[in-house]
Protein backbone atom coordinates (compact mmCIF):
# COMPACT_ATOMS: atom_id res chain seq x y z
CA UNK A 1 0.00 0.00 0.00
CA UNK A 2 1.26 3.53 -1.03
CA UNK A 3 -0.17 6.57 0.42
CA UNK A 4 -1.30 7.52 -3.65
CA UNK A 5 -3.08 4.29 -3.62
CA UNK A 6 -3.54 2.24 -0.24
CA UNK A 7 -5.47 -0.46 -1.70
CA UNK A 8 -2.96 -1.14 -4.37
CA UNK A 9 -3.17 -4.66 -5.38
CA UNK A 10 -5.87 -5.91 -2.90
CA UNK A 11 -9.41 -7.37 -3.69
CA UNK A 12 -12.57 -6.78 -2.14
CA UNK A 13 -15.94 -8.35 -2.07
CA UNK A 14 -18.55 -5.64 -2.25
CA UNK A 15 -22.02 -6.46 -0.97
CA UNK A 16 -24.88 -4.31 -1.36
CA UNK A 17 -28.27 -4.45 -3.27
CA UNK A 18 -28.36 -1.21 -4.99
CA UNK A 19 -26.81 -0.36 -8.23
CA UNK A 20 -25.85 3.44 -7.02
CA UNK A 21 -24.21 2.17 -4.08
CA UNK A 22 -21.95 -0.37 -5.68
CA UNK A 23 -21.10 2.55 -8.17
CA UNK A 24 -19.71 4.79 -5.44
CA UNK A 25 -18.12 2.50 -3.59
CA UNK A 26 -16.04 0.55 -5.80
CA UNK A 27 -15.17 3.74 -8.22
CA UNK A 28 -13.55 5.01 -4.30
CA UNK A 29 -12.15 1.73 -4.06
CA UNK A 30 -10.63 1.66 -7.58
CA UNK A 31 -9.17 4.98 -7.45
CA UNK A 32 -7.45 3.92 -4.64
CA UNK A 33 -5.57 1.38 -7.13
CA UNK A 34 -8.44 -1.60 -5.59
CA UNK A 35 -10.02 -4.50 -7.50
CA UNK A 36 -13.82 -5.34 -6.40
CA UNK A 37 -16.12 -8.33 -7.09
CA UNK A 38 -19.72 -7.18 -6.29
CA UNK A 39 -22.45 -9.24 -4.77
CA UNK A 40 -25.87 -7.81 -4.98
CA UNK A 41 -27.23 -9.71 -1.73
CA UNK A 42 -26.25 -11.80 0.89
CA UNK A 43 -26.93 -15.13 -0.45
CA UNK A 44 -24.60 -14.43 -3.08
CA UNK A 45 -21.67 -13.11 -1.50
CA UNK A 46 -21.76 -16.28 0.95
CA UNK A 47 -21.29 -18.38 -2.22
CA UNK A 48 -18.58 -16.34 -3.73
CA UNK A 49 -16.97 -16.02 -0.44
CA UNK A 50 -16.86 -19.79 -0.27
CA UNK A 51 -15.59 -20.66 -3.89
CA UNK A 52 -12.95 -18.02 -3.12
CA UNK A 53 -9.08 -19.12 -2.94
CA UNK A 54 -7.24 -18.27 0.09
CA UNK A 55 -6.15 -14.57 0.73
CA UNK A 56 -8.44 -13.83 -2.64
CA UNK A 57 -10.09 -10.74 -1.04
CA UNK A 58 -8.32 -8.15 1.95
CA UNK A 59 -11.73 -7.34 2.86
CA UNK A 60 -15.86 -7.54 2.52
CA UNK A 61 -17.91 -5.05 2.44
CA UNK A 62 -21.28 -5.76 3.68
CA UNK A 63 -24.65 -3.91 3.79
CA UNK A 64 -27.60 -5.09 6.10
CA UNK A 65 -30.52 -4.84 4.42
CA UNK A 66 -30.91 -6.32 1.32
CA UNK A 67 -33.17 -8.93 -0.08
CA UNK A 68 -32.70 -12.82 0.00
CA UNK A 69 -30.10 -12.63 2.78
CA UNK A 70 -29.13 -9.93 4.73
CA UNK A 71 -25.69 -8.46 5.79
CA UNK A 72 -26.35 -9.95 9.43
CA UNK A 73 -27.22 -13.45 8.07
CA UNK A 74 -24.29 -13.71 5.30
CA UNK A 75 -22.23 -12.54 7.95
CA UNK A 76 -22.90 -15.53 10.22
CA UNK A 77 -22.84 -17.72 7.14
CA UNK A 78 -18.98 -16.24 5.83
CA UNK A 79 -17.90 -17.11 9.45
CA UNK A 80 -19.42 -20.81 9.76
CA UNK A 81 -18.08 -22.17 6.50
CA UNK A 82 -14.83 -24.05 6.15
CA UNK A 83 -12.59 -21.69 4.38
CA UNK A 84 -9.00 -20.59 5.79
CA UNK A 85 -9.99 -16.92 5.94
CA UNK A 86 -13.54 -17.47 7.52
CA UNK A 87 -12.48 -16.18 11.13
CA UNK A 88 -10.25 -13.64 9.97
CA UNK A 89 -11.08 -12.17 7.05
CA UNK A 90 -12.24 -8.61 8.02
CA UNK A 91 -15.97 -7.75 7.28
CA UNK A 92 -17.15 -4.53 7.49
CA UNK A 93 -20.26 -3.49 7.85
CA UNK A 94 -21.93 -0.51 5.50
CA UNK A 95 -25.25 0.33 6.53
CA UNK A 96 -27.57 3.01 7.57
CA UNK A 97 -28.39 0.85 10.08
CA UNK A 98 -27.64 3.27 12.92
CA UNK A 99 -29.30 1.96 16.56
CA UNK A 100 -27.58 1.28 18.95
CA UNK A 101 -29.08 -2.24 18.57
CA UNK A 102 -28.15 -2.58 14.90
CA UNK A 103 -24.88 -1.58 15.35
CA UNK A 104 -24.53 -4.11 18.11
CA UNK A 105 -25.80 -6.79 16.02
CA UNK A 106 -23.20 -6.02 13.20
CA UNK A 107 -20.83 -6.90 15.95
CA UNK A 108 -22.68 -9.80 17.22
CA UNK A 109 -22.97 -11.54 13.77
CA UNK A 110 -18.97 -11.59 12.95
CA UNK A 111 -18.17 -7.89 11.42
CA UNK A 112 -15.38 -6.32 12.53
CA UNK A 113 -15.98 -2.61 11.91
CA UNK A 114 -18.82 -0.47 11.13
CA UNK A 115 -19.49 2.66 9.17
CA UNK A 116 -22.65 4.52 8.59
CA UNK A 117 -24.05 5.68 5.05
CA UNK A 118 -23.69 7.91 3.91
CA UNK A 119 -20.39 8.46 4.32
CA UNK A 120 -17.92 10.97 3.15
CA UNK A 121 -14.93 8.70 0.61
CA UNK A 122 -11.74 9.63 2.95
CA UNK A 123 -14.08 7.50 5.81
CA UNK A 124 -14.38 4.48 3.43
CA UNK A 125 -10.81 4.27 2.55
CA UNK A 126 -9.86 4.74 6.12
CA UNK A 127 -11.90 2.47 7.24
CA UNK A 128 -10.60 -0.07 5.00
CA UNK A 129 -7.14 0.59 5.58
CA UNK A 130 -7.88 0.14 9.50
CA UNK A 131 -9.72 -3.32 8.42
CA UNK A 132 -6.49 -4.53 6.45
CA UNK A 133 -3.94 -2.94 9.52
CA UNK A 134 -6.09 -4.73 12.76
CA UNK A 135 -6.34 -8.07 9.53
CA UNK A 136 -2.64 -8.25 9.40
CA UNK A 137 -1.77 -7.70 13.15
CA UNK A 138 -4.20 -10.86 13.58
CA UNK A 139 -2.43 -12.94 11.18
Known amino acids: MTSDNPLAGLKFLLVEDLELNRTIAKTLIVSCGGKVEES???DAAVERFRISAKGEFAAILMDIRM???DGWKATEAIRALNHPDAQIIPIIAVTSEDTAEDIKRCFDSGM????????????LIKTI???IRSAHRIN
Open 112 to 123: NFYLEKPYQPQD
Open 67 to 69: PIM
Open 129 to 131: CQA
Open 40 to 42: VDG
